[in-house]
């Protein structure tokens, strides 16, 4: 099972809603993964909790704030966005091991900030 | 600019094969992954490959790296209209430090057209 859910799949929200998106995996991998996808172009990596200690992309806005609960789960909380933080919100995760650190992604949440 | 670049658009005739170039500046890489994503889908993981390597074949799917050149290529054989999407090459570090943020990398994609 090489699987990593999403939650939602759809996302509209206004600037001054508070949502979160969630990401589970129960590959037992101990990486996860956000991105954040715009239209025709790649995925831009946003945090990574490597063994629930999250690694911050400094150029990451606050208004995005993450949370590891548990290896299996990820979220991804939102406030106060812009219009331009609509995109595909992707998750993935790795094994964290010796070896290939293949990432297996999640279909996405597709957020749009009105 | 990035690190990692890819040819934007490729056209093929069905049953035909299609060859999508990448090319990557960080000779550290170890592994070199291709990932295929369909409109309004995740990413999917097609192959990878060990920088030791020089081929790799899968399938419908080679993957040939020259690490000399810093250049990977995907060729996929018969290709089939289900192959038309928006393909992937990273590179990802064996080990996620602070000092690799740079380096978890995608090229800007390769869009495949496959035509009838």
């Known amino acids: 099972d090489t699987e990593v859910t999403q939650t939602p799949k759809h996302l509209v929200m206004g600037m001054t809603n508070k949502k979160s998106l969630k990401c589970e995996q129960h590959?037992?991998?101990?990486?996860m993964y956000w991105y954040k996808q715009k239209a025709k172009k790649p995925p831009e990596l946003m945090f990574v909790?490597?063994?629930?200690?999250?690694?911050i992309n400094e150029s990451v806005p606050s208004r995005f704030s993450p949370e590891c609960p548990n290896s299996s789960l990820l979220n991804l909380h939102l406030h106060a966005l812009q219009p331009e933080d609509s995109a595909l919100y992707l998750c993935?995760?790795?094994?964290?091991?010796?070896?290939?650190?293949?990432?297996?992604f999640g279909p996405g949440t597709r957020l749009l900030v009105l | 600019g990035e690190d990692v670049e890819q040819s934007l658009f490729l056209s093929v005739r069905e049953g035909d094969s299609s060859v999508i170039n990448c090319t990557y500046t960080?000779?550290?890489?170890?592994?070199l992954y291709w990932y295929k994503q369909e409109p309004g889908a995740g990413l999917q993981l097609l192959t990878y490959?060990?920088?030791?390597?020089d081929m790799k074949q899968d399938q419908r799917l080679t993957v040939l790296l020259n690490k000399k050149d810093k250049h990977l290529s995907l060729r996929i054989a018969d290709t089939q209209t289900g192959d038309s999407a928006i393909y992937f090459c990273?590179?990802?570090?064996?080990?996620?430090?602070?000092?690799?943020?740079?380096?978890?990398?995608f090229g800007a994609g390769t869009q495949v057209v496959v035509t009838p």
């Open positions: 993935a995760s790795s094994l964290l091991s010796t070896g290939r650190e293949t990432q297996y």
């Open positions: 590959m037992g991998h101990r990486a």
């Open positions: 909790y490597s063994y629930e200690k999250l690694s």
């Open positions: 960080d000779s550290s890489s170890t592994y």
């Open positions: 490959i060990f920088s030791n390597m």
């Open positions: 990273a590179e990802i570090p064996l080990f996620m430090t602070t000092d690799s943020w740079g380096k978890f990398q």
